[in-house]
Every structure is written in C-alpha cells, then in structure tokens.
C-alpha cells in the first residue's frame, strides 16, 4: 500500500516557513538557486543527501529532514525525530527478507518510510495524519505480528480525549497481543512490555464505571502497569522499551500511586530518554518530571525543569510541544499572579490553538477545550470574576463535562463564589452522595484536586453560616480521603492546567469547618512552604489563618488575625484580586465594630 508523497519537501516547507525563513534566503545558505530549492520544495526534484544536510543544519532540524533522506553510506533513519522507527521496525520487518528477497526489501522499506512519515506528522501535531500513516503502516505489514504490534504502539501514543476509554484501540491492543503468541524472542518481549503498558493507560483513563471499556476499569488498568513496571528488569534491556513502558505505566498508575513515587518513575523515564536521544521521549520525560516536582511542592525544581522544557520546544518545534510548552507557562503565571499574561494566552493564542487544531480534527478536541476552560476558570476565580463563568456561558461548558468529577466540584464552588450557596450546598451533598461518601474516588491523581476543591466549598458554606447541616454530612469523610495526603503537596488539576493550592491547607479548611481552629491552624503552617513562591496562594493562606485565629481563644489572636488580613488586603489589592479583598476587607471591618 505505497503513498507517494514529498515528505522532505513538505518538511523542508515547513520547518522554513516556522523559522520565517524565505526560499530566497535559504537557498543563499545553502548553495543553491532559489527555483532549484521551490522545486525539491514541491516534489518537483529530488534532494541529494549533502543538501538535505546543509538544510537540516540551517534550520536547526536536529536530523529531522536529513531522516527523510537515505543515508548513501549506511541508511540509518535517526532517532531524532521523536518516536521514530528506527533500527527497531528494520528488525521487526525482516522476517520476510529471506524468502521474499527484494520484494521483501520493498515492503520494509515501506514500512519504515510510513512510521517515518506518521512519526513527523505526530510531532506536528496533525494526530490525523498520523493515524492515517500508522494504519498504512499497519496493513503493508500483513502477515507479520511484530511489525503490527510497532505500529500499533504508534497509534496508542496519540492523544485521548480526558476521562474516555479509547474502545478502538484497546480492541487492536489486545488483538496485536495476541497475534504475538508464543513468540519467544527479545523482539517479541519488549513488544508485549510496550503494548502492555499503552493497554494500562488506556484502561486507567477512565473516571468512573460510565467511561470504563465494559467491567475492566481504572484499577485493573493500575495492576496492569505495576505487573509491567515489574517485568520491567527482566524483559526491559532496550532503551526504547524501558521509554515507553515508563512513560505509559505512570500514567497507568497516575491515579493510584503517591506523588513521590510518580516522581521517582518520572526521574527513570528522564534519565533512559538521555539514553535512548528520542525527542519524543524526552519532551514526555521532561513534562512527567516537571508534574511530579509541582505536586511534591518542589516549585523551584519545577522552575528548572520548565526551562529546559522550554529549550525542548523551541528545537523540535512541534505544534503539541509548543501547546503544551505555553499551557505550563500559563499555569506558572496563574501561581505567580501573572494574571495578565496568563489571560494573554488563555484568551488570545489558546483560542486559536484550540479552534484550529481540533477544526482538522488534528487532535482530540477535548483534550484542549478542557485545559483552556480549567485555565480560565481559574483566572476568573483569582480575579473575583466568577460572575463572567456563567455570564459567558463557560459555566454550560463545565455542566456538559461533569461526567468528569473535578468539573462537579469546580462549578459548586463557583456557584458559592457567585452567592449561590444552596445550590453549592445540594450539588456537594449530591456529590458525595453519588460517590458513596466519596469513596469511589481513587486514591490519588484526579481524586486530589477535585478533593481540595471540595474543601474550598465546605470553607465558603462554613463561612457564610447556615449549613452546619450539610457539612456535618461531608466533613468527616473529605477529612479521611484528604489525610492521605498530607505534607508539601500541591493539588494539580489536569495534565497541566492549574494548581489549585497545597492540600495542607484544604485539610486546615475543613478542619475549621469541623470547629477545630486549633488543628487547622497547624495544618495552614504545614502550607506555609509550599506557597512560599506565590503572591496569590499566600494570600489566601493568610485569609484562612485570620478566620483560625478569630476563633480561637490563644492570647492576642485578635491582634495576629487583624495583621494577617491587613497583608492579606494588600496583596489582593496589588494583583487585582477583587473578591479576596473585599472579604478581607469585610473583616477587618467587623472586627473594628466589635
């Protein structure tokens, strides 16, 4: 099944046009006229291996073009284009070779250019494109199981909607597995590791029974991925295994493993992607690990990571690196209270990103729609704008993805902070109702910053009075769900949106709430480190020990709340955080009446 496309030349076009280049000044670079260059551009010519060179370098490709060209000395596809094929398909393809002869030498060949061709449209984020190329992949290979099971692993990596179990490729997953059979050789292993563990994420994605792929859910994807972890260290000697099977298993067990220990398998998936020098691999490792560092409050750590990211993004220059490059950013502008640069991409660049990738159907609409909503949800809700959340219409948009339990808990707290405090009330009562108290969450992951959140509701119905009723229901349950993740943490909402605050402070919410000012006083000096780089988040830490120490009967708390609020005050009033201050301001007022 040949496609005959220009692939050099639809990437030379590309990679130019990106670097703002015209023909006329990179013809000049590289020795050559203009209408030569237009020509190998559109397919017209062929490119010869030292020009291809000379333009890989011009452009700072890093391989990338030179890859789409055979080597005369030894035809090696690089490994710098990301996820690209490689030695790997070479051997998974030859089976044939000594029976077929050069007929056999075609079909890899074919092969290998469609991996190539599909790897390159993944890295610029044409998902579709991508698929369409892995699938030719895959029906050139018929007869050959291993070859399969490789492109099949290339379809997996593309991305899924958020909460959604992918049917379609669990059925070739398991399909590719089986075919697999009783082949017992080194290929055929790491073949089964990788499969294995795209199987446990795919299978993890769910949120609920209602999203599950029929009774196997999350936790049958979670043991799936610690059984691969551990099959790891036997079958696991290729680099581009121990890549891949780290980099789906900790997805796998995102929801199910402590933070720590996602960031020490994010740290092995860093350190095998130097190793294996995949592009691709590399962008995943250096995401995992900034996550990870965030989540364990290692803010600063996270800083350094997100830098190198940045570099990442800024060589491969790809369309869902440089996504996700200004979707970190945003997310750091929001915790540093960079509100206005923040809101720069989330309504400005994001957009765009958003209307047209998905309008190709480039990649998972979703996906995108669902971080750009979590970012600007957030921005509204720092600003004291969350009136604009159902003025807009985003409140809608949050409805329609209740499905996922994070979107239920953000639109009652939204409802609270717009003095909608029944409604907030019902919806957290119903919540845990429908959750049986909660405890169909899993244990980390998602289940974190949809708990934080909750305790942001319990702390706004506790404040404004009346609910002691419902709250006597929901306390006591968020209060063991969150015990287990106490310490430095900090709740990461998506993969990444926002950081919602440390969950030391969501236990002292509740705590207060419980009537134990005490308690949630030594829980908000637990969150005090955490915060330490953000302007926005202390100030609201401030706010809940002012509300601690109001009542509490220690000797001159009255005094220490009044200062606390007061800084508190100023900080809302240099970020333009409009509802902080007003409580706070509100505060203080009662307390000169009094």
Not at 187 to 204: F, Q
Not at 251 to 269: I, K, Q
Not at 392 to 415: I, K, N, Q
Not at 485 to 507: C, K, M, N, S, Y
Request: aromatic share 6%.
């Amino acid at each position: 099944m040949a496609i005959e496309e220009n692939a050099f030349g639809a990437e030379l076009r590309r990679r130019r046009t990106t670097a703002g280049k015209s023909l006329s000044e990179l013809a000049e670079e590289v020795h050559c006229s203009r209408s030569f260059l237009s020509r190998i551009e559109t397919g017209q010519r062929r490119v010869t291996h030292e020009l291809a060179q000379l333009c890989d370098e011009r452009l700072e490709a890093k391989g990338a073009l030179l890859a789409l060209v055979p080597d005369p000395s030894t035809e090696r596809i690089s490994k710098t284009i990301g996820p690209g094929p490689g030695e790997r398909a070479a051997k998974l393809v030859k089976s044939g070779a000594g029976r077929g002869g050069s007929a056999a030498a075609r079909h890899r060949d074919e092969f290998d250019r469609l991996l190539r061709r599909g790897d390159l449209s993944h890295t610029a984020g044409d998902m579709r494109e991508a698929d369409r190329l892995y699938r030719a992949a895959y029906a050139s290979a018929e007869g050959d199981p291993p070859a399969r099971a490789e492109a099949v692993i290339r379809m997996a990596r593309r991305w899924s909607d958020p909460g959604q179990v992918d049917h379609e490729l669990l059925q070739l997953i398991r399909e590719s597995l089986a075919a697999l059979g009783d082949d017992e050789s080194v290929e055929a292993a790491g073949l089964r590791l990788r499969l294995n563990a795209h199987l446990a994420k795919k299978l993890s994605m769910a949120v609920s029974q209602d999203t599950a792929a029929g009774q196997a859910g999350p936790e049958q994807g979670a043991r799936l991925a610690r059984s691969t972890l551990r099959r790891l260290s036997v079958d696991g000697k290729d680099d581009e295994v121990a890549c891949e099977v780290l980099t789906e298993c900790r997805w796998g067990l995102y929801d199910f493993m402590s933070t720590a220990e996602s960031l020490t398998l994010s740290e092995r998936l860093r350190d095998a992607a130097a190793r294996h020098g995949s592009a691709y691999f590399r962008g995943e490792a250096l995401m995992a690990v900034a996550l990870d560092q965030l989540r364990a409050g290692k803010v600063y750590s996270a800083l350094a990571t997100a830098n190198q990211y940045r570099k990442h993004a800024a060589d491969t220059r790809g369309v869902l690196t440089t996504w996700q490059q200004h979707t970190l950013d945003a997310l750091l502008d929001l915790w540093h209270g960079r509100f206005d640069k923040a809101a720069g991409w989330i309504f400005g660049d994001a957009l765009t990103f958003v209307e047209r990738l998905p309008a190709d159907l480039a990649v998972p609409a979703d996906n995108l729609h669902q971080t750009r909503l979590g970012q600007a949800y957030w921005l509204l809700r720092e600003q004291g704008r969350m009136a604009d959340l159902f003025a807009s219409g985003l409140a809608d948009t949050v409805e329609r993805h209740g499905y996922f339990p994070v979107w239920r808990a953000g639109l009652a707290l939204a409802l609270c902070e717009t003095g909608q405090y029944a409604e907030g009330a019902d919806r957290l009562v119903g919540f845990a109702h429908d959750t049986a108290d909660f405890s169909r969450f899993p244990p980390s992951g998602w289940a974190v910053p949809t708990l934080v959140l909750l305790a942001e509701v319990s702390a706004a119905l506790d404040a404004r009075g009346g609910f002691e009723a419902e709250l006597r229901q929901v306390l006591p349950v968020l209060r063991e769900r969150l015990a287990a993740h106490d310490g430095e943490q900090i709740a990461l909402a998506g993969w990444p949106t926002v950081l919602i605050g440390p969950t030391a402070r969501a236990r002292g919410l509740l705590a207060l709430a419980a009537g134990e000012p005490d308690t949630a006083l030594a829980h908000f000096r637990t969150a005090t480190e955490p915060v330490r780089s953000s302007q926005p988040q202390l100030a609201r830490l401030r706010l809940a020990q002012a509300r601690a120490l109001r009542r509490s009967d220690r000797p001159g708390a009255a005094a220490h709340a009044s200062g606390l609020l007061r800084e508190a005050l100023r900080v809302a009033g240099t970020y333009g955080m409009a509802a902080l201050a007003a409580e706070c301001a509100a505060l203080l007022d009662s307390t000169a009446d009094a």
